[in-house]
Each structure stands twice: as structure tokens, then as C-alpha cells.
């Protein structure tokens, strides 16, 4: 055994292990440490205190929790979003039982036990298991280090010494608040500030965990980072916090997953993603989100309302956001990048796929500051059922940034005739040499098609699934390949029903 | 191998098949010719399972199952191959996904247990190499911007891999030049001439019967066979043409 996995919250830890007994879609009867239902300062400072959180941090919150008081939810998405009582959840929950005296050894099964019940893909697991020493059916050694997040905590990190030895630092965000405040200081806030919007504001004053990533100048991370988020207690929001630094010349590749048991009740979601990249740095970010979408009567569900944004501060810096959005029964998010680096590039790819009652308004931001800055876009909508996709997405150029490129390619699939499938574009060109290019198309997955697929043997769902993951392609091959075939089975049972 | 009898289908609310009756044993192989808009397709389609196909009357079995009572997939996996007169282009998917998927589904619900990624490949290469196509060919999207012949060819790879116990080919020569033509005749007979497989061949031209010989040759005119030869009917259809016949 040559790495080590850490366990910060044995008692949270061995909680979680027992959560995951259950199948995402079950949620266990184990015991949660709440705060008091509601939303006041008093729940802030529980939330802080909790967390035994410098009071530089706890002033932070209480001045975001001040300034969410005098704002107002935005309406302007294609979303139609019943009014949230805000008083009637749970800000704070974490996972508690009796510890047991387990050596570390002992627990390493447990780990991958859990990450399979998480939903960990197959193959990390593989990879997992092979550092522990087991045979591995000659996968290359590619591994990833997890970071777990239960509720509002963040339950395990693994390979900490050997990203240590790397210089990389990765951290729940809980923890880097108390071991590195100075990086943390400096960054926090600084890319979504904390009035950003309503959402963003609302994370900033009861983020609860989530995960910091910091990668020193001209360090390749050894390995992928991800961490894996599941909101379990009933009646939770869950708060996670991001922040990723890339200091110049470095590179990461960072996965997020996240799964959430079925309820009736609908639960709130409200993360922040910053990443920072420097000159010559290059971040990956890949998502593949899988929270309960709701029954096929539109009941229950998460309201996944992110705030996800890069900057891509240095010259020759790189953003990479790909994401597969099968889950939420309303998702409002808009990965974007700001390019202020000369010769910066931002990159969004996603497909999004909406069945029964979910609604999904999607896209990013390209803002191009810098001269010769470069971005892609490319957007696959899938919806199905009753649902409703749109597509947003702005780019704009400064004045002053010459030469910028943008190309935009929106497609969109619809199955059956009562879902919908929208393209909002917003194009903000102040600057004439800029080449921008937009390219949109609609289509249905054809009768052909369909008899085709199933003349050679596949059925009606298969068929479908086929042709999907042939529409999605594009974005697909972007993700690691562990996710690249999770998230093609994921596309697959989130349209399953659809066909007749 | 296969029994039709009395069939009659519409397509829509249009009656096409009017009263169809023809058996294939296994071991032959049976040409079916007629003019534009005869049914040859339909009958395809109708044997195939696609929807919009309605059957009012008449039976089909296969095998000594009822074909009828199956889905298209169950159908393929019973061993009934469709060569399609237009094939059909799938963006985003290479030829070996669909093929292997295909493959193994076909496999699967006969309960047999699925190709590994490199037993498919070897067989995907033979049948591919056995019809000139090369690999780069069977990475690329199914169909997307194939040539006609190449699609045509495609449908007789597919085939090879596939390894049907009947075959329906419709008008799987035209678009083929004389060296695809020669190329395609060639595969057929070497997939599917053996006892226990049967082809039923729809097309409009002698030139593919010249490299597939057909123990049996019927002309499909109103929805249904009009008439039953050996291989000259094919012949006498060229020289004649089939008003000549019908008069
Ligand atoms: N989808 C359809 N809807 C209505 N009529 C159709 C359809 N497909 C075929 N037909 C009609 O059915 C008849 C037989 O067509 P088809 O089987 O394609 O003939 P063939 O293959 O012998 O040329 C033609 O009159 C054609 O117009
Ligand atoms: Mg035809």
C-alpha cells in the first residue's frame, strides 16, 4: 500500500458506508445532525460555528446572508419554478454515528464499497483497487482521487499523501478555509462575487463543504480529482462550494458527480464553481449530473440553480467545461468563461437531456477581453416526454479585444411532439475584428433511423439510446473515458420510457 | 425456412400486398422481380416488422414460428435480415458501435453471451476485407456520406457479420458499378449459398442473377405473384419486359 485515504469525520465516514448500503434512489434511516430548520443569521453562525470557521469567514457569510435578504429571485430564465419557502429546509445536515475503531487498512473495501454504491464508475473503481495492490485487468494506471460529499459534509479524500508530495492541494473547502486561508482569501469571491446573483449570494452565506484545488506553478496533477456529491438527509439544500487555482504553466483535469435519493418534496441545490487559471494553465472540468429528476408525474426532484464560472486570468490560459446534464427537475446553469489572457481559450460542451416534467435552461458565457482569445461552444439538446431544453448562451467582446474567434454550434433533438427545445443566443460584438460563428439545427429522431436500428436487432430503447449517444458524440468524447461511458449509460436510462 | 400465405397488407389505409403467396426453403434462393410500385419493398418491410405496415389478412411463419407475432428486433434475431433499398445514415455512430451492439443484442436474446470487442473486430475485418471495404470505412458513422454503392456494400458487411438465416435484398445492385456488382454477387453467394440458409433476391435487373443464380424467379405485379420460373424467367423478363408478360 503505498498512498493513503483520509478519513476526516470517522464517525460521518462510517455514516456514509452505511448509507450506502442503499441504492441511490433509497435513503437510509441513519442518524443526521441537523441545524435548526429555517433560514436566520442564527443559522449562519450555527453553519460557521459548526465548522469551527475563522471569523473572517464567518463575517464573509453574514454579509452575503445580509445582502440575499434584499434580493430577488431571477425569473428571466425559460423555467417555470414554483415559489421556494426558504423557511422550510434544512441548510446544514451531516451524517453521524458511533465511531467504530477501525484501522485505515481495514477500511479500504468499505471505500470502494461505497463508491460502488455511489455510483462511482466501474472503472475508477478498478483503478482504485489497483492501487491498493490488486490485480487490474491491464487498465493503464489511470486513477483518480475522491473527495465524498455527504449532505453538507465532506466525508473522505483519497491519494492526500501523494498529492501532497506533488504540491497539489486537495482539500474540502471546510478544511483549506482553516490550512491555507491567505490562497483562499485571494480567490474566494473573486470570480463569482458574492452579489452575483441571487443563488450565488444565497451559497455564499450557508455553503456547507465542497472541494479546493490548488495546482502550484508547472505542476501536471498526477491523477483526475473528483469529488462526488449526494444529498441524502430529507428536507436538505445543499450548498457545495468549488474553487480551483491553476497557477501558471499547470494542469488538472477535475469530475464532478452527483446523485440524490427520490423524494417527494422538491430539494435545492445551489452550488458556486470558481476556477482561476494563470498563464499557460489549463483546467478541465467535466460534470456528469445525475440528481433526481422527479417521478414521471413531475413530482419531487432537485432545482439545481449553479453558478459556475472561469477565469481565464493568464495569456495562453485554458478552460475546459463539459457537461452531461441528465438529472434535476429544473436546472438553471451557465458554465461560462471570462478570458481575460491574451490568446486565452474557453471551451463548453454539453448535452443536456430533459424527459418527462423536467425543465433544463443551460448554456454559458463567453466574455473576451483579451486580444486573440478564442472560444468554442457546442451544445446538444435532447428533450423527450413533456419536457422543456433551452439553450442560452452569450458571447461578447470588448472593445479593445482584436482578433477574437467564437464558433456555436446548438443542436437539438426532440423525441415525441410534447416536448419543447429552444435556442436563446446573445451575441455582444464591440470589437470588428471579431469572427464569430453560429450554427444551429432541430431535429427528431427519424422513423428510419429507428426501423434501421431495430432491423439489426436492437430494441426500441436501445435503438434510441444509440442514436442519442450518435447525436451527443461530440460532447462525449471530451469527457475522461471512465465518465465517457457512465455518462452514455446515463443518457440511455434518462430517456427510458420515451418511446412508445 | 420461410411460409407466406394469402397476405395482404396496407400501407397506411392503402391496400399494397393483395393476397401473397410464396414459400422459400432453405438451401434456395428466390428472385423477385416486378415494376415500380409493385410491393416489393413493402413485402420487405411487412416480412421485416416496420411500423406503418399493417397486415388485414393472411399469415407468415418462419421456422414454424408465427414471424408476424414478433417485434422487428426479434425478428433479426430469429435470423431474418432486411438489406435495405436505401440504408440509412446514423450520424455519430461508427459502423462497428452499431454493428457490434446490434450484434451482441441479437445474441443476447437468444441467450448467448455477447463478442468481446476483439473476437467482433476479427470477424469485422474478414467480412469487411472479404468485400473490399476497408477498416477506416467501418470506424466511420453508419452510412454518412457513403457513396450509393458503398452503401450497398455496407449492407452485405453487415451481413456477413451478422450472418443471417434469411435474407431479403432489396435491389441491393442498383448503384453498383460492374467491379461492386461482381464484388457484391460474390459475397452473397458465399454467405448465404448453404443448405441451411435461404435468400429471397428483389431486383429489377438479370445482371446481379448472372453471379447469383436463383433456383426460383417470381414476378410480384399487384400485390401479389403473378408468376413462378427457374432462372430464364429472369431472362425472358429482360428481353420482354413485364407488360409483354402481363398481356
Ligand atoms: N409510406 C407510404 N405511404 C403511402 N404509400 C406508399 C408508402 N410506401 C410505399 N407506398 C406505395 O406502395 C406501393 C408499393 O411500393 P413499394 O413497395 O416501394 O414498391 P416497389 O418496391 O415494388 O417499387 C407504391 O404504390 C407506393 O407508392
Ligand atoms: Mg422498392
Redesign the interface.
Known sequence: MTDDIEIKDKAAWDAAEKVADYEHGWSSDIETDFAPKGLNEDTVRFISAKKNEPEWMLEWRLKAFAMWKTMEAPDWAKLNVPPIDYQDAYYYAAPKAKPKLNSLDEVDPEILRVYEKLGIPIAEQKLLAGVEGGEDGGLPQRRVAVDAVFDSVSVATTFRAELDRAGVIFRSISEAIKEYPDLVRKYLGKIVPMHDNYFATLNCAVFSDGTFVYIPEGVRCPMELSTYFRINAENTGQFERTLIVADKGSYVSYLEGCTAPMRDENQLHAAVVELVALDDAEIKYSTVQNWYPGDAEGKGGIYNFVTKRALCQGRNSKVSWTQVETGSAVTWKYPSCVLNGENSVGEFYSVAVTNNHQQADTGTKMIHNGKGSRSTIVSKGISAGHSNNTYRGLVRVAPNAEGVRNFTQCDSLLLGSLSGAHTVPYIEVRNPSAQIEHEATTSKI????M??????????E?AVT??V??????VLQQLPMEFAVEAQKLLGISLEGSVG | MLQINNLHANVGDKPILKGLTLSLNAGEIHAIMGPNGAGKSTLGYVL?????YEVTEGSVTFNGQDLLAL???E???AGL??G?QY???????SNV???R???N??RK?RGEAPLTGGEFLKVAREQAGALGMDMDMLKR?VNVGFSGGEKKRNEMV?MGI?DPALAILDETDSGLDIDALRTVGDGINRIMRKPDKAVLLITHYQRLLDYVKPDFVHVLDGGRITRTGGAELALELERDGYKELAA
Open positions: 427519424s422513423d428510419d433511423q426501423f434501421y436500428a431495430m432491423a439489426r436487432g436492437l430494441n426500441a436501445e444509440l442514436i449517444n450518435g447525436f451527443a458524440k461530440e | 421485416s416488422g416496420r411500423p406503418g417485434e422487428p428486433h425478428r433479426a434475431a435480415f432486411l435495405f440504408p440509412v445514415e446514423i450520424p455519430g455512430v458501435q452499431f454493428l451492439e446490434a450484434l443484442a441479437q436474446y458513422p453487415q451478422i
